[in-house]
């Protein structure tokens, strides 16, 4: 492994005070990254672009983290004066696509508000509330993400 590998990883621990799993995870990511680019402290941004074909099966979280690892790596070798320029915006991006909120069916709220008028006829206070909760929510588009 290279030094300046070694001298961020040995900030992260003194500085940040970094778990040791959290310094693991670097190494391997930063290793694994100068395994396929070589020497990675002096890497430019066409030399970073060829991590997108390297990493373009790992899971969004994966390459989440990896990318990341590659940023301050590059960001502390720019604050030590080791490097002018910081390469890292040519990493790859993870794609997070966030799947659509599930929605109710017309029937299922009809029958979720029916439920609800019931029980609230009770005069219970909890009941009233929790009808007024859902008519809130419902009549103003609010929902749970």
Known sequence: ??????????????????????????????EG?????????AADPDTLRRLGSAWSQLAPASLARKSSALRQFFGFLVDEGIRADDPSPALPRPVNRRSLPKILSHPELEQLFS?????????????????ALLELLYGSGLRAT
């Open 115 to 131: 439920q609800a008028e019931e029980e609230a006829s009770s005069g219970k206070h909890t009941a009233l509330r929790t009808l």
């Open 33 to 41: 990254a100068e395994e396929i680019l070589g020497n990675l402290a």
């Open 1 to 30: 492994m290279s030094a300046p590998i070694e001298h961020f990883l040995a900030m992260l621990a003194a500085e940040r005070g970094a778990a040791a799993n959290t310094l693991a995870a670097y190494r391997r990511d930063l």
